[in-house]
């Protein structure tokens, strides 16, 4: 896994450039994926909210649109700063998934969507955001398709496409370890392994969306 630093360093150099490598990545089919999210999140009835690896501030604003109180954290103060500017309204804090200041059960729930991959230790991160959380943790992230035919599809065209898009903008090495997280991470049964050899959750499940390209994960603790 990255260590925080280069993940820090990262996203503060494509902090303005995030949200069209999301669309990139998603296919432009990320906002449809975060609206069933956060669609979970409120169907379980939480009404306090940590997004952690908020980004640019996406999932707090769908969450906060659902009149759920919720606070964004992330890492990077560059991603920080563009989500202060797109929302006016939500509590934004620079903050490290590893080591969250925050009380214990402060939280109905905490959320982390495409983000989790980023952690320097995705044990560390879950075990984190469960001791903050009373009732579940949601995570969104890319994962492995499960048909073979459009796996190999899939994979052909981010890694032909988002390098070279990443060479045009100067940061080829930044957009090939998106592109090879998303790749490399475990997915579906296997992110649940890890989860449950935690022990710290009573329930795990994970629904796949649009063939595998995502998945999310609930963790009930």
Known sequence: ????IYIKDLFNSISTKYDLLNNLLSLGLHWSWKKKFVRMIKN??????????????????????????????????????????????????????????FDENLFDASSIAFGIRNTESVEEALTELARVSKKYVYVLEFGTPQNKVFKNVYF??????????????????????LIDSSIKFPSDKKFIELADSLKIFKKTSYKAVFGGICYIYKLEI
């Open 1 to 4: 896994m990255p260590s925080q």
């Open 44 to 101: 379980d009835n939480n009404r306090k909210v940590l997004d952690a690896a908020t980004g640019t501030g996406d999932i707090a604003a769908l969450l906060h649109h659902e009149n759920i109180n919720v606070t964004g954290i992330d890492l990077s103060p560059g991603m920080i700063e563009v989500a202060n500017q797109r929302f006016k309204n939500i509590t934004f804090e620079v903050a490290d998934t590893l080591n969250l200041k």
């Open 156 to 177: 052909f065209m981010m890694k032909k496409f988002i390098p070279t898009l990443g060479k045009i903008f100067g940061m080829k090495s930044s957009y090939q370890y």
